[in-house]
């Protein structure tokens, strides 16, 4: 008769006999004792848990998308193998689902008095910083019979940064920047633009650049070139509000703001204009000041990190109270929100005055591609209706960003792909009439 399971073991140790086993109390110990025996000797022979030593090292920081190693180093001074299961306890947002099983759990054989080190690797899937667990050790003596578990606490922090996926777009954009800058044959001229230099006139120039001071001194017709004004105060403030809070496809608006708002500040920097960063709802959650040049992406890049929305109005009136105090001289406020009729008819437009007196005010909304998709389905019913839905929802948008246009506010609407790179274009607008 073929023995399975605990039979086949007992009768590994010695404890049956070939043929059927019949119980009784001398054969329940006589099958006990030897396992009894081995377990014993399994559990002597396996290495304490809680005198081992565990320490971290690797990456501290990640941008979303991206991989982090954190190195975990198990030192077992005791004079017993370790032969063990390791689980590293994360949050669920430090790996991609159906992920965290394998990129959690470790085996490992450790040496008396030595040590080894495993690698946990991490792609979180969530911005803001992502604390380690504790680390849970299951020591196995010789032959697998027993085993000790404990768990030790190995604090570690990665911060996950935002991804920056519109850093694409810079190259071209420093390049338009270079023309506007003089650095290039294309040169342009704009109310409150700095005199750059003279040279000859060519077709097409514009007349109203002609210095007839110079031309007469000379043989040739001599025209004054001009390049954007240097210096200015750029003051990004981000909507950290309940709309903020809307995903528009799989990110929050406030995620495609902030990369909006970070490609602006790398531009507005680079043309060596100085840059600050304001998080408002209720309450300021972030504040970025006074950093050169150098400093301003990496330190825009950290304050974003761990902000997320608020589900709260936000309070236009203290937001406003807040951006005039923080940018006390004229500056180019750019306020990246949403074009809800509500929020900005009840919230904006009435403390709008305020801001648009003494700065130049530039609104950036993120715009959901899927409602443009709506607006041109067709063929049955349904389909109409989300047509008719989505057509409603635009015509409202349009009617909101004329009502701030009326007020002299320049308005970005587009989706989250083209968001980033319409207001750095809209940044080099401004620029090049002369308008910060």
Known sequence: MAL???????????????????????????????????CA???????????????????????????????????????RPLRAQLRDAWPPSSWEPGTEVAASRHRLTVPPGERRRLTTRLRPTRRGDRQSDRVTIRSYGPL??????????????????????????????????????????????????????????????????IDWRATARQTTVAVRTWR??????????????????????NAPRLD?????????????????????????????????????AGEVLPSLVAAMATLEPELVETDARGLAATALRTAPRRSLIVLLTSLDAAPIEEGLLPVLSSLTQRHTVLVASVADPHIAHMATARGNAEAVYEAAAAAQ????????????????????????DDLAPALADAYLALKAAGRL
Request: proline share 5%.
């Open 41 to 79: 000797c399994d559990a002597a022979l396996a290495a304490p848990v809680r005198r081992l030593g565990l320490t971290r090292s690797g990456d501290t920081s990640v941008r979303l998308g991206e991989t982090a190693d954190v190195t975990l180093t198990v030192t077992n001074p005791s004079g």
């Open 256 to 292: 495609s703001s902030m990369d909006a708002a970070l490609l602006l500040g790398a531009l507005a920097s680079r043309a060596g204009d100085r840059v600050d960063l304001l998080a408002y709802d209720r309450r300021v959650r972030a504040l970025v000041q006074g950093r050169a």
């Open 228 to 249: 954007p004004e240097r210096d200015r105060h750029i003051l990004l403030v981000l909507d950290t509000g309940r709309t903020s809070a809307g995903r528009v496809g």
């Open 393 to 416: 929802a635009q015509t409202e948008r349009h009617r909101t960003a004329e009502q701030l246009q009326r007020h002299g506010v320049t308005v970005v609407d587009a989706t989250p």
């Open 144 to 209: 697998g019979l027993f085993s000790r578990q404990g768990s030790h606490k190995v604090p570690w922090t990665v911060r996950v940064l935002p991804p920056f996926t519109s850093r694409k777009h810079l190259p071209s954009r420093l390049a338009r920047l270079r023309e506007l800058d003089g650095r290039t044959s294309v040169l342009t001229r704009g109310e409150g633009t700095e005199f750059d230099s003279l040279r000859e006139y060519v077709p097409g120039d514009d007349t109203r650049s």
């Open 4 to 38: 399975t399971g605990r039979a086949a073991l007992l009768a590994a140790l010695g404890a049956l006999p070939i043929g059927i086993w019949e119980p009784s109390w001398t054969g329940i110990l006589a099958v006990n004792a030897p396992l009894a025996l081995a």
